[in-house]
Protein backbone atom coordinates (compact mmCIF):
# COMPACT_ATOMS: atom_id res chain seq x y z
CA UNK A 1 0.00 0.00 0.00
CA UNK A 2 1.12 3.48 -0.88
CA UNK A 3 2.17 5.46 2.00
CA UNK A 4 -0.15 8.11 1.06
CA UNK A 5 -3.41 5.77 -0.02
CA UNK A 6 -3.56 3.05 2.71
CA UNK A 7 -7.01 2.01 0.71
CA UNK A 8 -5.23 1.05 -2.33
CA UNK A 9 -3.34 -2.56 -2.11
CA UNK A 10 -1.11 -2.22 -5.31
CA UNK A 11 0.20 -5.93 -4.98
CA UNK A 12 -2.25 -8.50 -2.58
CA UNK A 13 -0.91 -12.09 -2.86
CA UNK A 14 -0.42 -15.48 -1.16
CA UNK A 15 1.89 -16.41 -3.68
CA UNK A 16 5.73 -17.14 -2.10
CA UNK A 17 7.62 -16.34 -4.71
CA UNK A 18 5.89 -12.87 -5.18
CA UNK A 19 5.96 -12.35 -1.83
CA UNK A 20 9.87 -13.08 -0.75
CA UNK A 21 10.47 -10.51 -4.26
CA UNK A 22 8.62 -7.70 -3.16
CA UNK A 23 9.94 -8.23 0.75
CA UNK A 24 13.60 -8.62 -0.77
CA UNK A 25 13.19 -5.12 -2.59
CA UNK A 26 13.20 -3.64 1.46
CA UNK A 27 15.58 -5.81 2.46
CA UNK A 28 13.59 -8.33 4.35
CA UNK A 29 14.05 -12.08 4.45
CA UNK A 30 11.05 -14.35 4.87
CA UNK A 31 10.87 -18.21 4.69
CA UNK A 32 9.14 -21.08 5.54
CA UNK A 33 9.92 -23.22 8.29
CA UNK A 34 8.44 -27.16 8.70
CA UNK A 35 8.61 -28.34 12.22
CA UNK A 36 9.58 -32.17 13.00
CA UNK A 37 6.42 -32.34 14.20
CA UNK A 38 2.96 -31.07 14.16
CA UNK A 39 2.83 -28.26 17.81
CA UNK A 40 -0.24 -28.51 19.34
CA UNK A 41 -1.67 -24.88 20.35
CA UNK A 42 -0.86 -24.95 23.71
CA UNK A 43 2.70 -26.20 23.69
CA UNK A 44 4.97 -25.34 26.32
CA UNK A 45 8.28 -23.22 25.72
CA UNK A 46 10.42 -26.07 25.94
CA UNK A 47 8.25 -28.27 23.61
CA UNK A 48 8.67 -25.66 21.05
CA UNK A 49 12.41 -25.01 21.56
CA UNK A 50 12.90 -28.99 21.09
CA UNK A 51 10.81 -28.99 17.98
CA UNK A 52 12.65 -26.46 16.30
CA UNK A 53 15.81 -26.94 17.75
CA UNK A 54 18.16 -27.27 14.62
CA UNK A 55 16.49 -24.13 13.01
CA UNK A 56 16.84 -21.62 16.33
CA UNK A 57 20.18 -22.75 16.05
CA UNK A 58 20.94 -22.34 12.37
CA UNK A 59 19.00 -18.36 13.10
CA UNK A 60 21.04 -17.82 15.77
CA UNK A 61 24.53 -18.30 14.06
CA UNK A 62 23.36 -16.94 10.66
CA UNK A 63 22.42 -13.32 12.92
CA UNK A 64 24.42 -13.61 15.64
CA UNK A 65 21.09 -13.81 18.27
CA UNK A 66 22.57 -14.24 22.08
CA UNK A 67 18.30 -14.34 23.08
CA UNK A 68 15.94 -16.43 22.16
CA UNK A 69 12.55 -16.52 23.85
CA UNK A 70 8.84 -17.14 22.83
CA UNK A 71 5.95 -14.76 22.88
CA UNK A 72 2.65 -15.24 23.04
CA UNK A 73 -0.65 -13.61 22.74
CA UNK A 74 -4.41 -14.61 23.33
CA UNK A 75 -7.63 -13.32 23.97
CA UNK A 76 -8.13 -11.84 27.02
CA UNK A 77 -11.53 -12.91 28.67
CA UNK A 78 -13.87 -9.42 27.60
CA UNK A 79 -14.91 -7.25 30.47
CA UNK A 80 -18.70 -7.70 30.68
CA UNK A 81 -18.56 -3.86 31.58
CA UNK A 82 -16.45 -2.43 29.09
CA UNK A 83 -16.99 -4.51 26.13
CA UNK A 84 -15.45 -2.14 23.68
CA UNK A 85 -12.43 -1.83 25.63
CA UNK A 86 -9.21 -2.59 23.79
CA UNK A 87 -5.99 -4.41 24.95
CA UNK A 88 -3.30 -2.46 25.94
CA UNK A 89 -0.88 -4.74 24.55
CA UNK A 90 -2.21 -4.69 21.49
CA UNK A 91 -2.15 -1.00 20.94
CA UNK A 92 1.41 -0.43 22.30
CA UNK A 93 2.32 -2.69 18.54
CA UNK A 94 0.13 -0.62 16.69
CA UNK A 95 1.81 2.41 17.20
CA UNK A 96 4.78 3.08 14.08
CA UNK A 97 8.52 2.01 16.02
CA UNK A 98 11.32 0.86 14.82
CA UNK A 99 14.20 -0.96 16.90
CA UNK A 100 18.14 -0.69 16.46
CA UNK A 101 18.84 -4.06 16.19
CA UNK A 102 17.22 -6.53 12.84
CA UNK A 103 13.51 -7.92 13.73
CA UNK A 104 13.68 -11.51 13.61
CA UNK A 105 10.33 -13.77 14.51
CA UNK A 106 9.17 -17.29 13.36
CA UNK A 107 5.54 -17.73 14.28
CA UNK A 108 4.74 -21.19 15.83
CA UNK A 109 1.42 -21.05 15.66
CA UNK A 110 -1.38 -18.30 15.16
CA UNK A 111 -1.39 -15.12 12.90
CA UNK A 112 -0.11 -11.92 13.12
CA UNK A 113 0.41 -9.36 10.53
CA UNK A 114 4.03 -7.29 10.24
CA UNK A 115 3.02 -3.62 8.97
CA UNK A 116 6.48 -2.76 7.50
CA UNK A 117 6.81 0.81 6.31
CA UNK A 118 9.89 1.39 3.68
CA UNK A 119 10.29 3.24 0.40
CA UNK A 120 7.55 5.17 0.36
CA UNK A 121 4.60 2.29 1.04
CA UNK A 122 3.35 -0.36 3.86
CA UNK A 123 4.10 -3.69 3.09
CA UNK A 124 1.22 -5.69 5.11
CA UNK A 125 2.84 -9.08 5.60
CA UNK A 126 0.35 -11.83 7.38
CA UNK A 127 2.30 -14.35 8.84
CA UNK A 128 0.89 -17.94 10.02
CA UNK A 129 2.28 -21.29 11.54
CA UNK A 130 5.66 -22.03 9.74
CA UNK A 131 6.72 -18.43 9.04
CA UNK A 132 9.96 -16.43 9.32
CA UNK A 133 10.56 -13.01 8.90
CA UNK A 134 13.80 -11.36 9.08
CA UNK A 135 13.23 -7.46 9.07
CA UNK A 136 16.67 -4.85 8.66
CA UNK A 137 17.43 -2.83 11.96
CA UNK A 138 15.69 0.84 12.05
CA UNK A 139 12.92 -0.16 9.52
CA UNK A 140 10.19 0.99 10.76
CA UNK A 141 6.81 -1.22 11.41
CA UNK A 142 3.97 -2.08 13.48
CA UNK A 143 2.40 -5.47 14.63
CA UNK A 144 -1.43 -6.56 14.84
CA UNK A 145 -2.53 -9.66 15.87
CA UNK A 146 -6.00 -8.42 15.72
CA UNK A 147 -8.67 -8.47 18.08
CA UNK A 148 -9.28 -11.91 19.68
CA UNK A 149 -5.21 -12.83 18.90
CA UNK A 150 -4.02 -16.32 18.55
CA UNK A 151 -0.21 -15.91 17.80
CA UNK A 152 2.60 -17.52 19.23
CA UNK A 153 6.03 -16.60 18.24
CA UNK A 154 10.24 -17.60 18.59
CA UNK A 155 11.93 -14.38 18.98
CA UNK A 156 15.31 -13.67 18.60
CA UNK A 157 17.66 -11.15 20.01
CA UNK A 158 20.94 -9.70 19.11
CA UNK A 159 21.32 -8.58 22.51
CA UNK A 160 19.32 -8.36 25.71
CA UNK A 161 17.74 -4.96 25.19
CA UNK A 162 18.04 -4.77 21.22
CA UNK A 163 14.38 -5.44 21.37
CA UNK A 164 13.61 -1.66 22.89
CA UNK A 165 10.77 -0.10 20.39
CA UNK A 166 11.81 3.63 20.02
CA UNK A 167 8.17 4.79 19.06
CA UNK A 168 7.86 7.45 16.03
CA UNK A 169 5.70 10.84 16.83
CA UNK A 170 4.30 10.77 13.80
CA UNK A 171 3.14 7.21 13.23
CA UNK A 172 0.78 6.40 10.43
CA UNK A 173 -0.25 3.38 11.31
CA UNK A 174 -4.30 4.57 12.15
CA UNK A 175 -4.58 5.24 8.94
CA UNK A 176 -4.59 1.70 7.30
CA UNK A 177 -6.57 -1.55 7.65
CA UNK A 178 -5.78 -3.36 11.09
CA UNK A 179 -5.27 -7.29 10.69
CA UNK A 180 -9.15 -7.75 11.27
CA UNK A 181 -10.40 -5.35 8.18
CA UNK A 182 -7.67 -6.84 6.03
CA UNK A 183 -8.88 -10.33 6.94
CA UNK A 184 -12.60 -8.96 6.03
CA UNK A 185 -11.85 -8.33 2.91
CA UNK A 186 -10.38 -11.12 1.49
FE1 LIG B 1 8.58 -3.96 16.74
Redesign the pocket.
Known amino acids: MPEDAPETAKVRTDDLDVIRKELLRIGVRFARWHAARRIPAGADDSTIMKAYRSHIDHVSAEGGSQVVDIARMTSAPTDPDRPQQRDPGRDK?LTE???DED?VRFVVVGAGC?YLHAAGHVHAMLCTGGDLLCVPSRTA???DAGARPSYTAIRFFQEDNG?A?RFLPDSIADRFPTLDDLLATT
Open positions: FHFHLFHWFCA
